[in-house]
C-alpha cells in the first residue's frame, strides 16, 4: 500500500502509520469515545498495527483519526473515527472520508461496514447506506463497557 499526505487548511492528513502519535490517539479514545472509554493502550496500538488507518495532525498533536479494520481485497469495516472537538467544523472528518475512501484499492472492496449513533449524514455523502439485509447480521457483544471495566 502506498500512503497518502496532503495538507488541508494547514492541517496534515496521512496514511502513514509511522506518523501517527498513538499517545494522543490512545488518549482521546479511551477518555472521550462513548465506544471504548478506558480501552488499554495496548488495545489501542494493536489496533492500529493491524489497520489501515488514517489521521490527522497539526502543530504537532493528532487531533483526528479512523481506521478500517480489512483484508485490503473483499471486506473493511471503519472504526474509531474521531476528530477533536475543537477541530470540527473545518472539513476534516469530510477530507480523511474523500482520501480514505477513495484509494483505488478500497473502491474495489466488495463492502464497507460502519456503525454509529450520530453521523449518517456525513456517512451518506459516502454511499453509505442502511444494511441491506439487516435479518442477516449477527454479533457477539462483550460488555459494552468492557474496557471501563477492567479499572
Not at 9 to 24: F, L, R
Request: net charge neutral; aromatic share 12%; with cysteine.
Amino acid at each position: 500500500m502506498n500512503t497518502i499526505t496532503v495538507e488541508h487548511n494547514g492541517y496534515v492528513i496521512t496514511t502513514d502509520k509511522s506518523e501517527m502519535i498513538i499517545a494522543d490517539i490512545h488518549k482521546w479514545l479511551s477518555e472521550e469515545a462513548y465506544w471504548c472509554k478506558g480501552i488499554p493502550y495496548e488495545t489501542v496500538f494493536n489496533a492500529i498495527a493491524n489497520s489501515h488507518c488514517i489521521g490527522v495532525q497539526y502543530e504537532g498533536k493528532q487531533i483526528a483519526f479512523a481506521r478500517l479494520v480489512t483484508d485490503f481485497a473483499t471486506f473493511g469495516y471503519l472504526a474509531d473515527v474521531y476528530v477533536q472537538k475543537s477541530h470540527r467544523g473545518k472539513g476534516l472528518s469530510k477530507k480523511m472520508m474523500e482520501v480514505l475512501l477513495g484509494q483505488a484499492w478500497v473502491k474495489g472492496l466488495r463492502r464497507v461496514m460502519l456503525s454509529t449513533i450520530s453521523a449518517h449524514e456525513l456517512y451518506r455523502k459516502y454511499d453509505f447506506k442502511e444494511c441491506r439485509y439487516p435479518d442477516r447480521l449477527m454479533e457477539i457483544l462483550k460488555s459494552p463497557d468492557m474496557y471501563s471495566d477492567i479499572h
